[in-house]
């Protein structure tokens, strides 16, 4: 599989950078046997960035809003900054958290979340934080920087099962956490764990589908994607890669149908170049 083409596509299609960086995996297949090449590799915690100041970051990104957000974080900021209770600091800092995600400055929104904590949290306040360090291990571009944050997000996930356990959302979601921690197998079972649950729980499928392609494993891919697209015939990300599984496999005539499906399905002219150059090769 060409590399660099699946990350262009990844960019094009907002989806995960983390999963291509990670080294190859194992994980198990149906049968329990293991497949893929080596475990994930050990990288150290510390993504070279300090955490705890981010005022250099709002300077250099301030530029990128629009004066209207900029005017709203600048008061909010001096808000946060001069709140006299830690209730007020809290609402605060959960303001900025949400505005900096709308901007996609998720590093910054992973501060503030984790700063809009109450003194007694609940669930649904430690998922808040738990979602937002998802979102940046979703597409982080290193392994260090998505075994950080995956690790973070971990953490926050397996305290909040503590009050949800039957939760199949929270629970797909940390399952994905353990892929850059070095426990693929662990995390394809609880995947596998939640479909029985939920036979059409469309983010396990889609993640058991990714990990299919990671660990070499097309077949399985094609049987995922294949579910996912039963559920929802419009999704354009289990389309490109049903199609990436079947080239693999060798069906060429099958992958070209799904190849231009893609096309169809998008105006973006990233994804029909890419989706182009794939095509050249079949």
Known sequence: MNKSRIILLVVALGLSGALYTLPKYVVEDENGTENGVSQVEEHSADDGHDHSDHDGEMASHMSLMTEEKKEKLEKMTFSFNN??????????????????????RLDSAVKYAELAIPENPNAENLRVVADAYYEVFSVAMSAEQAKDYGSKAQTYYEKVMEEWPDSLGVKTRLAMTYLPTGQPMKAARMLKDVLKQEPEHEEALYNLGMMSIQSFQYDKGVERFQALLKIDPQNLQARYYLAVCYAELGKKESAKAEFNQVKNMSDDPVVHSTVDNYLKQL
């Open 83 to 104: 709140s006299q209770s830690p209730e007020e600091k809290s609402i605060f800092a959960d303001s900025l958290r949400t505005l900096y995600a709308s901007v996609g």
